[in-house]
């Protein structure tokens, strides 16, 4: 289990995973006034929270099903990536893909964030790469029948 240090500069609670199974915890708005994201729009979300990730972990923000399900709110650049040494304040990228205007609010629940480790690669340059059973096909490639 990794340890993240946590700033809340905001009145909401800190996040907290909500059940002991929970990938992710909760991420609420932090706003002086509510923001309407008309159809299409997109805006940065503030939380008032900062991280402190350990080496080899990411933070990973991503949409709330729910929201995305019932309002068309999303994370713009999902998953958003936090790296470990980033100690900015965590914003959310919210976009509208309904074609009703949304109202965020103080407190609400936007998006969802995710501690994870991670490998980085060692890139090695070369002319050729094996063959595998894939190939080079794509985009839809393994799905054509």
Known sequence: ?????????????????????????????????????????????????????????EAQVRPRSGLAFKSGITVLNSPGTIDADYRGEVGVILVNLSNEPFTVNHGDRIAQMVVAQYTRANFELTEELAESERGSGGFGHTGIK
């Open 1 to 57: 289990m990794a340890t993240v240090k946590i700033i809340n500069r905001s009145n909401n609670p800190a996040p907290a995973y909500a059940t002991a199974d929970s990938a992710g915890v909760d991420l609420r708005a932090n706003l002086e006034a509510s923001i309407t994201l008309q159809p299409l729009e997109r805006k940065l979300i503030t939380t008032g929270l900062f991280i402190e990730l350990p080496a080899g972990f």
